[in-house]
C-alpha cells in the first residue's frame, strides 16, 4: 500500500538554551498549562481571543463568496450556527463581520451606535448617488447628518396627511384589484405601483405626477433594485480588479440611474415653478400648499443643497417602494398558505372596522419577522476601533447585520420556520424582532412602512377571499439573492366579497 503522506524531514536541531532561558521556559508552560485546567476567570470573564472566528478565507477571493452567496441570508446564518453570532470573515487584506443575532445587532448599532454610523466606501455607491451625497449608502459627515435631520423632519411633518393619503392609496388598491374578477394575477407591481404613489403622494401633494409617469418610475425602481442585488454587479465592490472588465449589467443598471434622475429632477423643477407662481421663491419650494415632505430649508446648518435633497427624495422611493411591496407579496403568499389566519383577520377587523392591534398587527410582524424585506439591511463601516462580545473590531471594519438570522434564532423563537402571527399575540416577542434595523442608521421610514402594511392588507382582507391560482397551487416561500427580498413570482385570486 503506498503511504497517505510523504515521510516528514527530520526536524533541524536547536542551539543549547542557557540555564535561565531554559527555567523562563518552563514557567511560562507551567503557567499555561495552570490557566487551562483553571478554566475562565471567576466571574464569568475570560480572556477575550483577538479576533472574531470565522470560516478560512480563500486565496485570492477572502470571504467573497460567501457574500456572494445566491442565498446570503441563509448561508450566513448556517455559518454562524458554526462559528457564532458575530463571525469575520476576510476581504481584500480588511475584516468584515457578519452579527446574526439581535444582542449582538443591537449591542453594534444600538449600543455602540456612534461607532458603527459609518457606510463603508463604495464604488458602486459613488456611481449610483452623486459622488456619495446619498442619505442611505453615504458615509457619517457634516452634510449627511443635516441631511438626515432634515428627511426625519419632513416624515413627522407628512404624518398628519398620512390616512387621508393611506386611504385614498388603499381603496385605488382594492379597485385595481377587483378589476381583475377574480382570474389568477401576480400583484407584485400592483403593490410596488401603490406603495410608490403613497410617498409620490407624501412628497409631491396635489403637484403629483400623472399615473402613467409614475407607473413608469415604479418600474424604473423595481428594475433598479433587482441590478443591483445581482452578483456580477456587487462583484465589484468586493473585487476592485474586476472593475476594468466591461459589464452589461451595469450598463443596464446606471441607464436606469438616468431615468430615476430625470424622473426627480422633472418633479423638482415643476415644484419650483409651482413655489415661485405662489411667492416662495426660495431654494426649496416649502411654501407650496400641497406638499409636505420638503425637507425643512430652516435646518440647522442651513438648507440642503441640490445634490442632497435631489438623493434624499431618491432614497425616499428607493426605501419605500420594494422594501413595503415586498412585505405584502410576502403577506399574501403567507396567507395562502395559512387561509385560517386571513378568515381570523378579516372576523377581526368586521368587529372592530378601524382596529390595527389583534391578528392584524400579528400578521404583519410576524411577515416582517420571516421574511425581512433588507435581509442583511446596509453595510455598516466601524468608524473607530469598538469590540463587540468583548473582541476587538479594528477601525474601518465592515460591519453587517444579518436581520434574517436574527429572525431565525432557534433560542429565540419557537419554531423559527413556521408563519405563526399568534407568537406576538402575547407579550414578549417584539424586542427581538428588528426588521428596520437600529440606532443612528436605523430606517426613516419604519412608522410609514409599518402604517401603509396595516392599512393596505386591512383593506385587501376586509374586501377579498384569497384564493389560490387552482386548489393546492400554493406559492414557493424561498429566500433567494437580493437586495430586497422578494416572495418568487406567484399568482392569487382575488374573489371580492359582498359589502
Ligand atoms: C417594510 C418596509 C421597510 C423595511 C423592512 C426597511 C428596512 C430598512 C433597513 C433594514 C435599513 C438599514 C438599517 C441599517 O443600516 O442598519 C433601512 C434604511 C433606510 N430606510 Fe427603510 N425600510 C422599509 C421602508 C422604508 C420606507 C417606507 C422609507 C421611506 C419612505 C425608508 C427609508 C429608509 C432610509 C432613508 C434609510 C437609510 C437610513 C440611513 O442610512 O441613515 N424605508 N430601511
Redesign the pocket.
Known amino acids: 500500500m503506498l503511504p497517505l503522506l510523504p515521510p516528514l524531514p527530520p526536524l533541524p536541531s536547536l542551539p543549547p538554551l542557557p540555564l535561565p532561558a531554559l527555567l523562563a521556559l518552563g514557567a511560562l508552560l507551567a503557567l499555561a498549562a495552570w490557566r487551562r485546567l483553571r478554566g475562565p476567570p471567576e466571574g464569568g470573564g475570560r480572556t477575550p481571543p483577538r479576533a472574531l472566528p470565522g470560516p478560512p478565507a480563500l486565496p485570492l477571493l477572502g470571504g467573497a463568496p460567501h457574500l456572494l452567496h445566491p442565498a446570503a441570508p441563509r448561508h450566513l446564518g448556517a455559518l454562524a450556527r458554526r462559528y457564532g453570532p458575530a463571525l469575520r470573515l476576510r476581504l481584500g487584506g480588511g475584516d468584515v463581520v457578519v452579527l446574526s443575532s439581535v444582542e449582538t445587532i443591537r449591542e453594534a ?1 444600538g449600543r455602540r451606535w456612534g461607532a458603527c ?1 459609518g ?1 463603508p466606501p463604495s464604488y458602486l455607491a459613488g456611481l449610483v448617488s452623486r459622488g456619495g451625497q446619498d ?4 458615509d457619517v459627515s457634516p452634510g ?1 447628518r443635516r441631511q ?1 435631520r432634515a ?1 426625519r423632519d419632513a ?1 413627522v411633518r407628512a404624518q398628519r396627511r398620512l390616512d387621508a393619503i393611506l386611504e385614498r392609496q388603499a381603496q385605488a388598491l382594492c379597485q385595481d384589484f377587483r378589476r381583475y374578477r377574480g382570474a389568477p394575477v401576480d400583484v407584485a407591481e400592483d403593490f410596488a405601483f401603490r ?1 410608490c404613489s ?2 409620490c403622494s ?1 412628497i409631491f401633494g396635489h403637484l403629483m405626477p400623472p399615473e402613467a409617469e409614475v407607473r413608469d418610475f415604479t418600474r424604473c425602481i423595481m428594475g433598479l433594485l433587482e441590478l443591483w442585488g445581482r452578483a456580477s454587479v456587487r462583484v465589484l465592490d468586493l473585487l476592485p480588479p474586476l472593475r476594468v472588465l466591461p459589464n452589461p449589467t451595469l450598463r443596464e443598471l446606471l441607464r436606469l440611474v438616468e431615468r430615476r434622475d430625470a424622473f426627480v429632477q422633472a418633479q423638482l423643477q415643476r415644484h419650483e415653478v409651482g413655489a415661485q407662481a405662489s411667492g416662495g421663491g426660495g431654494q426649496v419650494p416649502r411654501r407650496d400648499p400641497g406638499v409636505g415632505l420638503w425637507p425643512d430649508p430652516g435646518i440647522r446648518g442651513g438648507p440642503l443643497g441640490p445634490d442632497r435633497l435631489h438623493m ?1 427624495l431618491v ?7 420594494e ?2 411591496a ?2 405584502l407579496g410576502w403577506a399574501v403568499a403567507f396567507l395562502l398558505h395559512r387561509p385560517e389566519v386571513a378568515a381570523g383577520v378579516r372576523a377581526q377587523l368586521a368587529e372592530e372596522p378601524g382596529g390595527h392591534r389583534g391578528l392584524l398587527g400579528a400578521t404583519v410582524s410576524e411577515t ?1 419577522r420571516l421574511r ?3 435581509p442583511l ?4 463601516r466601524a468608524c473607530t476601533h469598538t469590540s463587540i462580545a468583548g473582541v476587538p473590531v479594528p477601525r474601518n471594519s465592515l460591519l453587517i ?1 444579518n ?1 434574517f438570522a436574527a429572525h431565525h434564532d432557534p433560542d429565540k423563537w419557537h419554531r423559527p420556520e413556521d408563519f405563526l402571527p399568534e407568537r406576538f399575540l402575547e407579550e414578549g416577542p417584539g424586542r427581538a424582532l ?13 412608522g ?3 402604517a ?2 396595516l392599512v393596505f392588507l386591512g383593506h385587501i382582507l376586509r374586501n377579498f377571499r384569497l384564493e389560490p391560482p387552482a386548489p393546492g397551487v400554493l406559492p414557493s416561500l424561498e429566500v433567494t439573492a437580493g437586495t430586497v427580498l422578494r416572495c418568487p413570482p406567484f399568482r392569487v385570486r382575488l374573489i371580492a366579497l359582498e359589502p
Open positions: 448599532f454610523a457606510r442619505l442611505a449608502l453615504g449627511w438626515r428627511t416624515l406603495t403613497t410617498i407624501l434624499a432614497d425616499l422611493f428607493i426605501g419605500g417602494t422594501t413595503t415586498a412585505a416582517l425581512p424585506p433588507a439591511a446596509l453595510p455598516h447585520p436581520l428588528v426588521p428596520f434595523g437600529c440606532g443612528a442608521r436605523a430606517c426613516l421610514g419604519e410609514l412602512a409599518r401603509e402594511l
